[in-house]
């Protein structure tokens, strides 16, 4: 059987389907591992696992992805590289090795030592009980290769399906980790995610892939099938349409499959701009939920009673109605739509992409007053009392 790669647009259902599945897979007998990225995720699964099942059950397993390395990728086949049991993790925001705000490496860091042996300063703190998370999937892969790829015979032994959730995150190493497992593991693996939602990063450095499509053609190299879930259940039409305008060109088209729409809705849907001046009024007028690139954005002209989510804290999330602050790398699209997204924009990109498809009815974008002239949405005017 070969391993699959779905590509879940958003509010796809991509986590209905890893649900559904993998109950149909218990039904057989089966034993299910789902691996993601995010807290919030796991807790979902959980959630939605439970609602679906009717009960918990041992044969569906979720995991954080730095938790699977180390517990079954690591610590049980760690003696061919380091003989001190490692207890846990050490979550790094940057590379550890180099002194902050420098490119200088700490001495002593590098992988492998003057006898090629590897190294426990470069994988582990200073303790040599921690393992540093931007050097886990190196770790894994290194462990992997030394014990001729044990835990992938041991995680096809225990489970017979494996879900990669939020796949579109990882970068570098973790291919690598992918490809040992793709090679060596009867199971079969389905890896599910959205490269227009790339957001986050589990590790630092320049190994490739790093861009979208670096990811898609590994996985094409790896012998993946591609199947690509295009229905949106969250988004009416015109929200689809214009999240597609962000990649354009690059992904299937989208199609709503939201057909009915709630009646305290239907007076204002779709795509509007909204001059910075009138934030304060629209805010008032229809509550919605206002998406920036942080929290020093837009402090200027955002009311008290603004609700507010960062771009990237916002995946996973859907909302009524959504007020989008662009950031400046961000502007040209709302203004024309035609200008593409430079090659090193490719986080702006995606983060736009990911505003955009939180909002199920209406989208505002909140634009200067005086570019608001001639553009492609109409500029949205407070009701007169």
């Known amino acids: 059987m070969s391993n699959t790669l779905c590509i879940a647009?958003?509010?796809?259902?991509?986590?209905?389907?890893?649900?559904?599945?993998?109950?149909?897979?218990?039904?057989?007998?089966?034993?299910?591992?789902?691996?993601?990225?995010?807290?919030?995720?796991?807790q979902e699964l959980r959630h939605r696992f439970l609602a679906a099942f009717g009960q918990h059950s041992n044969r569906f397993v979720v995991k954080g992805?730095?938790?699977?390395?180390?517990?079954?990728?690591?610590?049980?086949?760690?003696?061919?590289?380091?003989?001190?049991?490692?207890d846990g993790i050490f979550?790094?925001?940057?590379?550890?090795?180099?002194?902050?705000?420098?490119?200088?490496?700490?001495?002593?860091?590098?992988?492998?030592?003057?006898?090629?042996?590897?190294?426990?300063?470069?994988?582990?703190?200073q303790?040599?009980?921690?393992?540093?998370?931007?050097?886990?999937?190196?770790?894994?892969?290194?462990?992997?290769?030394a014990?001729?790829?044990?835990?992938?015979?041991?995680?096809?032994?225990?489970?017979?399906?494996?879900?990669f959730d939020e796949v579109q995150d990882l970068v570098g190493w973790d291919y690598e980790v992918l490809k040992a497992l793709n090679k060596a593991m009867k199971s079969p693996i389905t890896c599910v995610g959205d490269f227009r939602q790339t957001v986050y990063e589990t590790t630092f450095g320049h190994k490739a892939p790093q861009t979208a499509a670096e990811k898609i053609a590994a996985f094409k190299s790896m012998g993946f099938k591609e199947e690509a879930l295009v229905l949106n259940w969250r988004c009416i039409q015109a929200i689809c349409t214009i999240a597609d305008a962000v990649h354009k060109g690059?992904?299937?088209?989208?199609?709503?499959?939201?057909?009915?729409?709630?009646?305290?809705?239907?007076?204002?849907l779709g795509a509007f701009i909204v001059k910075q001046s009138d934030v304060t009024d629209y805010i008032a007028a229809y509550d919605p939920m206002v998406l920036r690139w942080n929290v020093a954005s837009g402090t200027k002209f955002l009311p008290a009673q603004a609700r507010c989510y960062n771009f990237g804290g916002s995946k996973g999330l859907g909302f009524d109605r959504v007020l989008i602050l662009p950031a400046d790398s961000q502007m040209h699209f709302v203004l024309d739509g035609m200008?593409?997204?430079?090659?090193?924009?490719?986080?702006?990109?995606n983060k736009m992409?990911?505003?955009?498809?939180?909002?199920?009815?209406?989208?505002g974008f909140i634009v200067p007053d005086k570019k608001v002239e001639g553009l492609r949405f109409p500029v949205w005017t407070k009701p007169l009392a």
């Open 65 to 86: 992805l730095f938790s699977f390395y180390l517990e079954d990728m690591v610590r049980p086949y760690q003696q061919v590289l380091f003989a001190q049991r490692i």
């Open 127 to 145: 303790c040599k009980t921690k393992a540093h998370t931007g050097f886990l999937a190196k770790l894994a892969t290194r462990i992997m290769k």
């Open 353 to 363: 992409y990911v505003a955009i498809t939180r909002a199920r009815y209406s989208l």
């Open 147 to 163: 014990s001729k790829n044990a835990a992938a015979v041991r995680l096809g032994n225990i489970y017979s399906q494996v879900y």
């Open 91 to 125: 979550f790094n925001e940057r590379n550890p090795h180099l002194k902050p705000g420098s490119t200088y490496m700490f001495p002593g860091r590098k992988e492998q030592l003057d006898d090629k042996s590897y190294n426990p300063s470069h994988f582990l703190t």
């Open 339 to 349: 200008t593409p997204f430079p090659e090193d924009a490719e986080t702006a990109q």
């Open 250 to 268: 690059a992904y299937k088209a989208t199609e709503s499959a939201v057909h009915d729409v709630p009646p305290e809705f239907t007076h204002h």
């Open 9 to 42: 647009g958003a509010g796809s259902g991509k986590t209905h389907k890893i649900i559904t599945e993998s109950i149909a897979e218990i039904n057989r007998g089966g034993k299910v591992l789902v691996v993601t990225y995010t807290t919030s995720n796991q």
